[in-house]
């Protein structure tokens, strides 16, 4: 199933989505065959040869010989080198997102590591702000001494693809996540995308428990009302004081 997919030019994320309808045939690829899916397998082999001989009829006659369909197995590393590069990036952008809040919250830190700030807030408790597996950054408040008496504050996805026709896919994969953010207590889920322009009312219908929605380019900009308004929410949620205000000398007027 895997080498199948990988011809195809697929994937994982991509292959399993909910938009191709393929989401059940996924323990396949595992070597597993729940009696449900043996019932389909005649279809989903219909699926892959109407999709591989689009492949084959797409090929010039010059191509379409014994020796290439021998070559055909160097079309997998495409899809395989793709999905690390995807993986690249995703980390990158929370990476980005990471330094964004770093610097909104400088002015209070008391410990900063790769993957963790930490600080004071108004009311004298801890709040970190933390890299996580899912969601992709969190920010906690301790509630009291002990070691597991937290708040949950903020869950944040970051969704730095560039493809805008993937979005939707994206939108629903944060979606999944904040589902698993409010039962675990987060209260606020913001997702963020790297695509422009960006629908908010389509994706708000994509993934509802999402709370705001920021574009990185607005967040990147480190300007503009995008910008302003996550900046506010992450220092009021976390009850954090704002970082006090330059002062500007006046020029005494001669007179």
Not at 224 to 229: H, K, V, W
Not at 239 to 245: E, G, N, Q, R, Y
């Amino acid at each position: 199933m895997g080498y199948y997919r990988l011809l195809l030019g697929f994937s994982q994320k991509a292959f399993y989505a909910t938009s191709t309808g393929l989401v059940a045939f996924k323990p396949l690829e595992d070597g597993k065959m729940p009696a449900a899916l043996a019932e389909r397998l005649d279809e989903l082999c219909l699926a892959l040869n109407n999709a591989a001989g689009q492949l084959v009829t797409s090929l010039t006659p010059p191509l379409l010989s014994q020796d290439s369909f021998g070559d055909l197995a160097l079309l997998t590393l495409g899809a395989q080198l793709r999905g690390g590069a995807n993986v690249q990036k995703g980390a990158l952008g929370i990476e980005r997102v990471f330094l964004i809040i770093q610097e909104i919250v400088a002015h209070t830190t008391t410990e900063t590591t790769t993957r963790c700030i930490a600080l004071t807030n108004n009311a004298g408790r801890s709040v970190r702000i933390e890299f996580a597996a899912d969601p992709d950054i969190i920010i906690r408040e301790a509630l009291s001494d002990q070691p597991d008496d937290w708040r949950n504050v903020i869950a944040i996805e970051i969704k730095a693809g560039t493809d805008f026709s993937n979005i939707h896919n994206r939108v629903g994969e944060a979606e999944k996540s904040h589902q698993k953010a409010r039962k675990a207590g987060y209260t606020e889920c913001w997702t963020i995308v790297n695509v422009d322009p960006f629908d908010v009312e389509s994706a708000r219908m994509e993934s509802p428990s999402t709370s705001r929605f920021y574009r990185m380019s607005a967040l990147e900009s480190r300007n503009g009302p995008d910008y302003a308004d996550f900046k506010a929410r992450v220092l009021a949620l976390a009850s954090i004081a704002a970082p006090p205000k330059t002062m500007k000398r006046k020029s005494a007027a001669r007179s």
